[in-house]
């Protein structure tokens, strides 16, 4: 059994990787360009966290199947998650070793 395709979630997460996407694109280019860019005020972050729900709210209605068989569901789960995780994760590491400037300057900002 299928679970229904919901198009009002399927929006709201079309909303959220917006949102993601214009942070990180704001953050990187006043990063790069070194100027303030208008839409700081925006909270572009909340993004992740509406996904944080919309991942709860999804994994809660496809483990419904699996009730009385949790390790069934933990096992789809991470034959779903960890070979892409795996293969992204190594792919950045070897980027990381071939490219080593490619790791942005990070400013730690203390106060007195």
Do not use: C
Not at 55 to 80: D, E
């Amino acid at each position: 059994m299928n679970a229904p395709r919901l198009p009002g979630l399927q929006a709201l997460r079309g909303l959220a990787a917006l949102m993601v996407l214009l942070g990180h694109i704001l953050a990187e280019a006043e990063h790069y360009f070194a100027l303030p860019l208008p839409g700081d005020a925006i909270p572009w972050t909340r993004g992740v966290d509406i996904f944080f729900v919309i991942s709860g709210f999804v994994i809660t209605l496809s483990a419904q199947r699996y009730i009385g068989q949790p390790l069934a569901f933990f096992w789809r789960r991470f034959l779903r998650v960890a070979p892409l995780y795996y293969f992204f994760t190594t792919l950045m590491v070897i980027t990381l070793l071939l490219v080593p400037g490619a790791i942005k300057d990070m400013l730690i900002v203390t106060e007195n």
